[in-house]
Nanobody, 126 residues
């Protein structure tokens, strides 16, 4: 059974930083691409950042480029999202997700991700 557990969310002032973590179990972590998505109240879930199964490439939504960094530690079965220069509009529930197949190489559409964590709330006060 795949289990994903996010942590690291919280309340932070605008301009501050947070680091989210997602610990995974139940699947061969290193063979999967990983991504972070977010969902704000009343809005659709949206892609934030993704990292390839080999770890060699990352992709970001335009609204986080230069501020957020996704990384992975295969030895710890954990994927991270470092969030800097946070803005009020970054307030949302953040979810980590595993691609629905090994060796995924795609556009990080939410429909391509089959395992999801429970989410962690990030609130940025202005």
């Amino acid at each position: 059974q795949v289990r994903l557990a996010e942590s690291g969310g919280g309340l932070v002032q605008a301009g501050g930083s947070l680091r989210l973590s997602c610990a995974a179990s139940g699947l061969p972590f290193s063979l999967y691409a990983w991504a972070w998505f977010r969902q704000a109240p009343g809005k659709e879930r949206e892609f934030v950042a993704g990292i390839s199964w080999a770890g060699g490439s990352a992709r970001y939504a335009d609204f986080v480029k230069g501020r957020f960094t996704i990384s992975r530690d295969n030895a710890k079965n954990t994927v991270y999202l470092q969030m800097n220069s946070l803005k009020a509009e970054d307030t949302a529930v953040y979810y980590c997700a595993a691609a629905n197949r090994k060796y995924y190489s795609g556009s990080y559409d939410p429909g391509d991700f089959g395992s999801w964590g429970q989410g962690t709330q990030v609130t940025v006060s202005s």
